[in-house]
């Protein structure tokens, strides 16, 4: 099972470029979600996914977009990176939204902007 | 929004003894309560985890407790192995599965 796929694994960008990080699921689950992790502050919720076409903020959402065309893709999209984007960033999904669904996390994203 | 507070931030424990980790959370709406265990570069993974209407449980090695009333929760980790060492997050959600997460505790096992 390759459960949550997360690509690039590592990316580098200049300050006002753009580009979309990657994530597929093949567990058929409902709910995706992104997370940025920056040292020292734990996770913290960028923007989740309860399915296909329904979208919603996170903690942190300014400066990301995302969508949810299908139930196994949700590509979070960085508009015009900042260096305060640099992060590592993870994509998970559970069954559904409900209460005390275990989240998958894929390995991440390591993006640094310069 | 949520507040959870883990401590402490690092923890060294001598190999076969316990380790143990406190995770308090500010809104008593909060209902689920997982552990993460993150290895270096890869994602966390979920080691176990427990509902707001149970006070304990266990899996082989680890146990979590939850005290609703004091908001506070907390992983035990029994006969402690080099492969436990790693960083642990505690996190908490509500009823629409939004986590909020702790900030992480370093975990070293000295063999």
């Known amino acids: 099972n390759a459960g949550v796929t997360q690509t690039p694994k590592f990316q580098v960008l200049k300050t006002g470029q753009s580009m979309t990080l990657q994530c597929a699921q093949d567990m058929n689950h409902e709910y995706m979600s992104w997370y940025r992790q920056d040292p020292g502050m734990g996770l913290r919720l960028i923007h989740y996914s309860v399915g296909a076409g329904i979208t919603d903020q996170g903690e942190v959402p300014n400066g990301y977009n995302v969508s949810r065309s299908t139930t196994e893709d949700f590509p979070l999209r960085l508009l015009s990176a900042a260096p305060s984007q640099t992060s590592v960033y993870f994509c998970?999904?559970?069954?559904?939204?409900?209460?005390?669904?275990?989240?998958?996390f894929g390995d991440g994203t390591r993006l640094s902007i310069l | 929004g949520e507040n959870v507070e883990q401590h402490p931030s690092t923890l060294s424990v001598q190999e076969g003894d316990s380790a143990v980790i406190k995770c308090t959370y500010s809104d008593s709406a909060s209902n689920y309560f997982p552990w993460y265990k993150q290895e270096l570069g890869k994602g966390p993974q979920l080691i176990i985890d427990?509902?707001?209407?149970?006070g304990e449980k266990k899996d082989q090695r680890i146990a979590v407790t939850l005290n609703k009333t004091a908001k506070h929760f907390s992983l035990h980790i029994t006969e402690t192995q080099p492969e436990d060492s790693a960083v642990y997050f505690c996190?908490?959600?509500?009823?629409?599965?939004?986590?909020?997460f702790g900030k992480g505790n370093q975990v070293v096992v000295i063999p």
């Open positions: 996190a908490a959600g509500d009823g629409n599965n939004r986590l909020a």
């Open positions: 427990i509902r707001s209407n149970v």
């Open positions: 998970a999904s559970s069954m559904h939204r409900g209460r005390g669904q275990p989240q998958h």
